[in-house]
């Protein structure tokens, strides 16, 4: 009991850590948050997933040697409608995995891009400049569904002002 004849509540102290490791779990359900949105997120390289290919280089793991193309998807200007560049999506037969390319990126700016497969792996990466870049892989094996997207924009004062988008699902 207190002074004044009430039980005395239990005054609860939250310890600095505690503070801190919930500050930090919001941050990182914020960035996922908007990195699984609709828009892509600057992540430059971010990956997850619980397969070893899932965020793997296809060059790097030789996953890229016996790969092939499986669909094509246009990415549009979105002031004129116009095909600009292309979306190239590749399958490793070894592997079991999935990336794509983009070509032909004639805007200089960043190319965002992101893919996700249904087994939950996920790639999100941006890359500067002219011509092609791809992303990272998926593990996808056989018919698993996989979905992607790509922002091209200008350089300079335009950076954040996209200028093409494209995307797909297969």
Same mark, same amino acid.
């Given at each position: 009991?207190?002074?004044?004849?009430?039980?005395?509540?239990? /005054?609860?102290?939250?310890?600095?850590?505690?503070?801190?490791?919930? &500050?930090?779990?919001?941050?990182? $359900?914020?960035?996922?948050?908007?990195?699984?949105?609709?828009?892509?997120?600057?992540?430059?390289?971010? &990956?997850?997933? &619980?397969?070893?290919?899932?965020?793997?280089?296809?060059?790097?793991?030789?996953?890229?040697?016996?790969?092939?193309?499986?669909?094509? *998807?246009?990415? %549009?200007? *979105?002031?004129?409608?116009?095909?600009?560049?292309?979306? /190239?999506?590749?399958?490793?037969?070894?592997? /079991? $995995?999935?990336?794509?390319?983009?070509?032909?990126?004639?805007?200089?700016?960043?190319?965002?891009?992101?893919?996700?497969?249904?087994?939950?792996?996920?790639?999100?990466?941006?890359?500067?400049?002219?011509?092609?870049?791809?992303?990272?892989?998926?593990?996808?094996?056989? $018919?698993?569904?996989?979905?992607?997207?790509?922002?091209? %924009?200008?350089?300079?004062?335009?950076? %954040?002002?996209?200028?093409?988008?494209?995307?797909?699902?297969?």
């Amino acid at each position: 009991m207190n002074a004044h004849g009430n039980v005395a509540e239990k /005054q609860h102290r939250t310890r600095p850590w505690v503070k801190f490791f919930r &500050s930090f779990a919001l941050v990182i $359900a914020a960035l996922t948050t908007a990195m699984t949105g609709s828009g892509l997120a600057h992540a430059d390289g971010a &990956s997850g997933g &619980s397969n070893y290919y899932d965020g793997k280089d296809p060059a790097v793991t030789g996953c890229n040697v016996n790969a092939s193309p499986i669909a094509n *998807r246009p990415i %549009y200007d *979105r002031y004129t409608g116009e095909n600009v560049a292309t979306i /190239q999506i590749y399958y490793s037969w070894s592997c /079991q $995995a999935n990336w794509f390319r983009v070509t032909g990126n004639r805007y200089g700016g960043n190319a965002n891009k992101y893919i996700a497969s249904d087994l939950g792996g996920w790639s999100n990466e941006s890359d500067p400049g002219y011509g092609s870049s791809y992303t990272m892989m998926v593990y996808a094996p056989g $018919a698993t569904h996989i979905e992607g997207e790509v922002r091209l %924009y200008e350089p300079g004062i335009n950076e %954040y002002n996209w200028m093409a988008s494209g995307s797909f699902t297969l």
